[in-house]
C-alpha cells in the first residue's frame, strides 16, 4: 500500500481527532498548582497524548506543561513541534459557525485550531502511524512534542528544554511550506498615559492580534461628532455611539489579523484615537498614541527601520484603563539581520513625552539558519517531491515560532504558498485535501531526517 492509499484510509480517522481537539477552548486560562495554564489547555493535552497512547506510542507529560509521544531507538532525537493552545474565539466576532463544533462541508473543516495548530499536530500525528506501519527503518528517536502555552508565552516548551533539552533535528509545523529559515526579531512593551481627558478605554483582543473591537468613553461636546463620523465613514470603519448627558460611549470595530502581518487588518484602537484627533478632541495621550503609531504598522514615529528580507512590524493589540492611567501593548517584529539592542536603542530616542511613555518589556532575538544546511535542504527535498512545487523558495517571516525556543529548529508547513487560512480571525479553516498533503509530506520529510 502507497502512502497516499494510506492516508486515505486514515482520513476519517484524522478528522474524527481533529473535531475531538477542536472541541477544547483550549485558551490559556487561570493557572492551578496541576494546570500550569488552566484547565482547557491541560485537557487538550491529556487528549492528544492519549489519542497517541491509543494507537500505541510510549508517551510522556511533562507536569502538564507539554508532552511528548515517541517511536524509534537512538541517541539523536527528531523532534516535531506543534502547539495545541489558541487565540480566543467567539461566534459573536464574526464566525459563521461555532468555533468549537468542526464543521466539514466536504472541502474544508472550519474551526479555531484547524490550521494553527491542532490540524498540523493531528497531521504529524498520522504521519508518524504511517511512517511506524510502512516498517521504516528507525535509526533515531521521532518525538511529536506538543505544548499548551505558545500563543502567550511559550513557558511550554521552555519547560521541555529544561526537562529534555534540545533534539537534534527539528521542524514545528506552524509555518509554512517549503520553509522558514529566518524568523524576525520581537520586542514586546506597553504605553502608559501620563495625562488624558478620557473617562474609559477598553480594547478586546491579544497582543498578538490586531485589535477587532476597541471602546472609550469620551466628555461630552470635546469632539465634533460629525467629523467622528466623517472620518470612520471613509475609511469604511463601523461603529457605534450612545450619547448620554456627559459623556459619548463610542465603539470602533476593527478588523483582527496576526500581529507579524497588521498591515492585513484594521485596528479598532488606532482608528478610534485618529478619529477622535481628527474630530478635534484636544487631549495629551490621544496626541501621544497618534504620533508615536497612528495608523502605521511599520514603526514609523518610533522606530521604523528594513533589512534586505523585510520591513519591521508593529501592533499595538489591547488597551484598557485603571485608576486612570491607561495602559496598552506593543508588540515588535524586526528584521533578521537586526538585533534587539539596535531596536531598542530607537523606541529609547522616541519613547516619551507629555501625553505617554514606553517601556520595553522583553526582547527576543531573531532566528537564521544558512538555507543550504543539511537538514533544510532535506526537509525543502520532501515538500518538492510531494508537490512537485519547484518555484516557491524558502522565506523569513515576522512570526515567531516555537523554531525560536529549542535548538535545531524550523518552522517547516503547515501552511502552503498563497493561501490565507484565517488564523487568528473569525472561520478559521483547511482544506481537507491540504491536510492529507501535510501528513504525505511530513512522512517524506521524517524519512530525510532518518537518513541523515
Known amino acids: 500500500m502507497t502512502v497516499k492509499e494510506m492516508i486515505q484510509q486514515y482520513e476519517q480517522e484524522m478528522l474524527d481527532k481533529l473535531a475531538k481537539l477542536v472541541a477544547i477552548n483550549s485558551v490559556e486560562g487561570v493557572p492551578s498548582q496541576d494546570a500550569p495554564f488552566g ?17 500505541g506510542f510510549k508517551t510522556v507529560n511533562l507536569d502538564n506543561y507539554c ?36 464543521v466539514n462541508d466536504g472541502t474544508c473543516v ?54 529534555e533539552g534540545d533534539v537534534n533535528y527539528g521542524f514545528t509545523p506552524d509555518g509554512e511550506f517549503p520553509g522558514v529559515y529566518g524568523e524576525k526579531g520581537m520586542v514586546h512593551g506597553v504605553y502608559r498615559s501620563k495625562k488624558t481627558e478620557l473617562l474609559s478605554v477598553l480594547g478586546e483582543g491579544a497582543m498578538n492580534i490586531v485589535s477587532g473591537k476597541c471602546s472609550a468613553r469620551v466628555v461630552k461636546n470635546s469632539y465634533s461628532t460629525k467629523k467622528f463620523k466623517d ?37 479598532a484602537i488606532s482608528y478610534l484615537f485618529m478619529g477622535l484627533k481628527e474630530a478635534g478632541l484636544q487631549d495629551a495621550f490621544v496626541d501621544f498614541y497618534c504620533s508615536h503609531f497612528g495608523l502605521h504598522t511599520d514603526g514609523e514615529g518610533l522606530c ?61 532575538e531573531p532566528l537564521y539558519f544558512p538555507p543550504d544546511s543539511p537538514m533544510i535542504e532535506s526537509l525543502v527535498k520532501a515538500y518538492r517531491d510531494v508537490t512537485g512545487d519547484e518555484e516557491t523558495q524558502l522565506m523569513t517571516m515576522g512570526g515567531g515560532t516555537y523554531a525560536k525556543g529549542i535548538g535545531n529548529t524550523i518552522a517547516f508547513g503547515a501552511g502552503f504558498p498563497n493561501r490565507d487560512y484565517h488564523i487568528h480571525n473569525a472561520n478559521e479553516f483547511a482544506y481537507i485535501d491540504e491536510l492529507k498533503l501535510q501528513v504525505e509530506i511530513y512522512v517524506e520529510a521524517l524519512q530525510n531526517l532518518l537518513n541523515l
Open 39 to 55: 484547565e482547557a489547555p491541560k485537557e487538550a493535552l491529556l487528549c492528544a497524548l492519549q489519542m497517541m497512547e491509543e494507537d
Open 67 to 102: 508532552g511528548y509521544a515517541e517511536m524509534g531507538e537512538g541517541e539523536e532525537v527528531i523532534g516535531v513541534i506543534g502547539h495545541l493552545d489558541i487565540v480566543p474565539a467567539k461566534q459573536e466576532d464574526g464566525w459563521n459557525t461555532n468555533p468549537f463544533e468542526m
Open 110 to 163: 472550519y474551526g479555531r485550531g484547524v490550521s494553527d495548530d491542532k490540524g498540523p499536530v493531528v497531521a504529524s500525528m498520522m504521519a508518524m502511524k504511517i511512517l511506524r506501519d510502512l516498517g521504516f527503518p528507525l535509526s533515531k528517536r521521532i518525538r511529536l512534542i506538543m505544548g499548551t502555552n505558545e500563543e502567550t508565552g511559550s513557558k511550554c516548551l521552555k519547560h521541555y528544554v529544561e526537562c
Open 231 to 267: 472620518y470612520l465613514n471613509q475609511n469604511e470603519m463601523r461603529y457605534e455611539i450612545e450619547e448620554k448627558e456627559e459623556y459619548d460611549d463610542i465603539t470602533v470595530y476593527g478588523l483582527p489579523a496576526h500581529a507579524s502581518t497588521p498591515e492585513l487588518g484594521k485596528n
Open 304 to 364: 521604523k527601520c528594513e533589512d534586505e528580507y523585510g520591513a519591521l512590524t508593529l501592533n499595538t493589540g489591547v488597551i484598557s484603563m485603571k485608576d486612570g492611567v491607561i495602559e496598552g501593548s506593543i508588540d515588535i517584529r524586526f528584521p533578521v539581520t537586526l538585533t534587539s539592542k539596535q531596536v531598542v536603542k530607537m523606541i529609547e530616542e522616541n519613547k516619551e513625552d507629555e501625553g505617554g511613555e514606553i517601556e520595553v518589556l522583553s526582547t527576543t
